[in-house]
């Protein structure tokens, strides 16, 4: 996954679609430790400041490349 990641940071040079589309599948990878930390019948798995600092690593990937995604296809559309 991290190698995924990195080869679309890279290829934001290129084309700003493939980290935009990397960014927002790795966003599902988000909604699925929100899911996981939050638990089955209401017992959360670990305690909410954990849970806060494993989602917040986990989501700033995504985050990352559809901000560089953005600024690219920005840059691209005033030329």
Known sequence: ????????????????????AVGLFTGYAVLNQVTFEAGTGGVPRSTPLVALLQISIVASLPVVLLLLSGIAARRQARL
Not at 1 to 20: K, T
């Open 1 to 20: 996954m991290f190698a995924l990641l990195g080869v679309a940071l890279l290829w934001v040079a290129v084309d700003e679609r493939v980290p935009m």
